[in-house]
């Protein structure tokens, strides 16, 4: 039964660090990046990162599954459980909450119309930004708060599954 759990954990914290490699990768490196290289219009980026995070979203479902089932059968510590917990928590907040708004604001982008604020009674066109100064959304903050928190709590994660092994 020892054995059982220990490759149960051992499992568990390497999907828990393949997950946490396509975090960083993404979210802290393509991301930011793409919106850098020549030619590269906010709506292009806009269009790319949608795919990108469509993709990533998907795979860091299958993933948290597989690190629910590595964690119930590795006979986990309240910390594990904790941790995983809140990784999954934050997951759904993600799916759930978070990404529908901004999908909601990138459509806004892409169609050439986002809501400023601008007050019904003003001239056309006024209130309205050239795309390069948009403020960023509160949905994309919260996301990359989440994104933040998520990485902290995977490499907890991570390790202390490791460490049961």
């Given at each position: 039964m020892a054995g059982m759990n220990?490759?149960?954990a051992a499992v568990g914290g390497?999907?828990?660090f393949v997950w946490l490699g396509m975090v960083l990768a993404i979210s802290f490196l393509e991301a930011p990046l793409k919106f850098r290289a020549p030619g590269v219009t906010i709506p292009l980026g806009?269009?790319?990162?949608r795919l990108v995070f469509r993709a990533l979203?998907?795979?860091?479902?299958v993933l948290a599954l597989a690190i629910v089932i590595a964690v119930a059968l590795s006979g986990p510590s309240a910390v594990v459980v904790a941790f995983t917990?809140?990784?999954i928590v934050l997951l759904v907040v993600q799916l759930a909450v978070i990404r529908p708004r901004l999908n909601r604001r990138s459509d806004e982008v892409l169609a050439g119309v986002l809501d400023t604020g601008a007050r019904a009674d003003a001239p056309a066109g006024a209130g309205v930004?050239?795309?390069s100064e948009q403020p960023r959304s509160h949905g994309?903050?919260?996301?990359?708060a989440c994104e933040v928190v998520k990485v902290i709590a995977l490499l907890d994660l991570g390790t202390s599954l490791l460490a049961r092994t």
């Open positions: 220990s490759t149960a390497a999907v828990t806009l269009g790319i990162g979203n998907a795979v860091e479902v917990v809140v990784v930004r050239a795309e994309h903050l919260a996301y990359v």
